[in-house]
């Protein structure tokens, strides 16, 4: 009987783990359509307006975010690529977009010289997306803004370690199976 018991028990410690990297995900929101134009963005700097205009920001993302050289995902085919900096309704910025924007009101005009600047000054900074900096998640393939973006380019360290823990969960299986069941 005790040993029916710590078996069920195994088995179901197993399939908890098992289950855990799925359970931890965030589902993705609707993403919706992406407007024909962005928004104009204000961000003052010494003591002058300036706007970020919906030219500004396709440069920014042509220049920045699709070149290969700097971020080596492919976001230029990603329909909605504007969600790197803006939020849902593509009215407003999220968090990674609020970053740029504060190190862009801290430069200067939104120029593409300093909008470089400010992407460089936040790149190193963790990002929404855990266990990722804000470069690491571009390079995935990862909203930095958004905890809920799952990286379409998985690290090989956490791939690594999920294959770890299996190989021990089966290798603990294995050691148990013969320690309970060895003739007395």
Known sequence: MRLKI???AVI???LAVS???SLSIASTPPLGAQPSSLPSIPYIYDGSIYNITSSNWTSYFDDIYNNRAIVSFNWSGNATEDLILFDLSYKGLNPYGLEILTQLSSIGEPSLKNFTIAFNRTKSMNSQVPGYT???ALNAG???GFSWSVPKIKKPQVQDLYVGIIVA???SIFV???IFNRKR
Request: cysteine-free; charged content about 0%.
């Open 19 to 21: 289950f855990l990297p």
């Open 6 to 8: 710590i078996t069920v």
């Open 142 to 144: 990862a909203y930095p």
């Open 134 to 136: 804000n470069i690491q």
């Open 12 to 14: 179901a410690i197993f």
């Open 176 to 178: 148990l199976y013969f």
């Open 169 to 171: 969960l089966i290798a």
